[in-house]
């Protein structure tokens, strides 16, 4: 009798002890349950907040309005209501985009403490940096002393570099097919700053007149409307060049590679007069270079 009344006791005991704790217990799973809810939900706001940014930095530094418009259209893109935008900012000299988001969330479980919602926020700044190597480059050289502006006339082509030198590069071997492809779809190597590349001597008029006309024919396909200063940026008419010096150039010569530039192709004509113009631009697949020189080319990178 005794040995049962023991265990009676201990059994009521361990019922008021579960009496006590048992709220806490399941407030403690409740908290756990949101706040992986809350998680979630920042996850997903700081992934939109940092595709919008980057995307609208693209735009940067000629159409801020462009840059505004597209980080919305992201974050719009990546199931975030146009409510749970803060603000969207172009900021620094039109060098970078900020996109800050709040959203309110639900609580499923804490309700039973008394709390109905909590709330998340994610920001992100993407910023315009200075592009110190490039893929994809178009293999013509232009000389690095050559006076920049945006919207300036720049002919390819038009005078001798050197000795036997116009303007094309050889970018992974030598020789005009090789030549017309790099034109055609952009050198698939990665070419840096303080590179060395090789000039591809002569004219080689009939495929360079072909690689151009094809792209011309591609961004009209493409972009209709597009015109050098308001233009998808991967359009076909959008050229990436190497800034080089042609001091050394006479006949088949390394050449050093001082910065890069963004060029939008005009015209082509049957004497090979090829017409662009310098425009400032983020390019894909640059890498930023704080010490590079600023030719208008640029890459945007997250800074926070």
């Known amino acids: 009798m005794i040995g049962l009344s023991g265990r009676t006791c201990q059994r009521g005991q361990l019922i008021v002890v579960l009496a006590i704790c048992l709220p806490a217990i399941l407030g403690a799973i409740a908290l756990v349950a949101d706040v992986g809810v809350l998680y979630r939900n920042w996850a997903i706001l700081q992934a939109g907040a940092d595709l919008a940014a980057t995307a609208g930095a693209g735009y940067l530094p000629s159409s801020p309005s462009l840059a505004t418009a597209t980080a919305q259209s992201i974050v719009v893109a990546n199931g975030i209501g146009t409510s749970e935008i803060v603000s969207i900012n172009v900021l620094a000299n039109n060098t970078e985009v900020n996109v800050q988001l709040r959203r309110s969330v639900p609580y499923s479980f804490a309700v039973l403490l008394g709390l109905t919602s909590g709330s998340v926020a994610a920001q992100a ?180």
């Open 125 to 304: 700044t993407a910023q315009i940096q200075t592009v110190g190597a490039a893929m994809g480059v178009t293999p013509m050289g232009v000389s690095y002393d050559t006076q920049y502006s945006s919207g300036q006339v720049v002919q390819l082509m038009e005078n001798q570099v050197g000795p036997g030198n116009w303007d094309p590069l050889a970018l992974g071997g030598t020789g005009s097919s090789i030549l017309q492809q790099n034109i055609m779809n952009g050198y698939q190597g990665k070419i840096s700053v303080g590179d060395y590349v090789q000039t591809e001597p002569g004219v080689a008029a009939g495929p360079i007149r072909t690689a151009f006309n094809y792209l011309l024919n591609q961004g009209q396909m493409s972009d209709p409307a597009g015109t050098f200063t308001n233009h998808t940026p991967n359009d076909p008419r959008v050229l990436v060049v190497p800034m080089v010096d042609f001091s050394t150039a006479q006949g088949s010569s390394s050449v050093l590679v001082k910065g890069f530039a963004v060029l939008w192709l005009v015209s082509v004509d049957s004497k090979n007069n090829i017409q662009t113009y310098f425009i400032n631009q983020v390019v894909p697949g640059g890498t930023p270079q704080g010490s590079a020189n600023n030719y208008g080319a640029y890459t945007a990178v997250l800074i926070q």
